[in-house]
């Protein structure tokens, strides 16, 4: 069973910076493929970023070049780095991951942003 854990979600002030962490408990060098997600009160999740084992990342447009997704291989865990907060990204962030052979995708229990005006 692999189990993911997100942290790091606070207050944080709009134009701030935020730095979470997913810690994995499999080695990360053998993922397929991990994906940040998020979710706002009454919306839909949806994708913040995904990264590939190839160590490519694609972001979506709306945090394009304020968000990366650092990796600290040592401690299996995948970081989302968040600069020049906005309001809007006042969500719930999930990690996700999926290993190279298998079908299921591991979902971590998520943190909460609330990002103040």
């Known amino acids: 069973q692999v189990q993911l854990e997100e942290s790091g979600g606070t207050l944080a002030q709009a134009g701030g910076s935020l730095r979470l962490s997913c810690a994995i408990s499999r080695s990360i060098f053998s993922l397929d493929v991990m994906g940040w997600y998020r979710q706002a009160p009454g919306k839909q999740r949806e994708l913040v970023a995904v990264?590939?084992?190839?160590?490519?990342?694609n972001y979506a447009d709306s945090v394009k070049g304020r968000f990366t997704t650092p990796r600290d291989n040592a401690k299996n865990t995948v970081l989302l780095q968040m600069n020049s907060l906005k309001p809007e990204a006042t969500s719930t962030y999930y990690c996700?991951?999926?290993?190279?052979?298998?079908?299921?995708?591991?979902w971590g229990q998520g943190t909460q942003v609330t990002v103040s005006s």
């Open positions: 996700n991951a999926r290993y190279r052979g298998r079908a299921y995708v591991y």
């Open positions: 990264l590939a084992s190839s160590g490519s990342t």
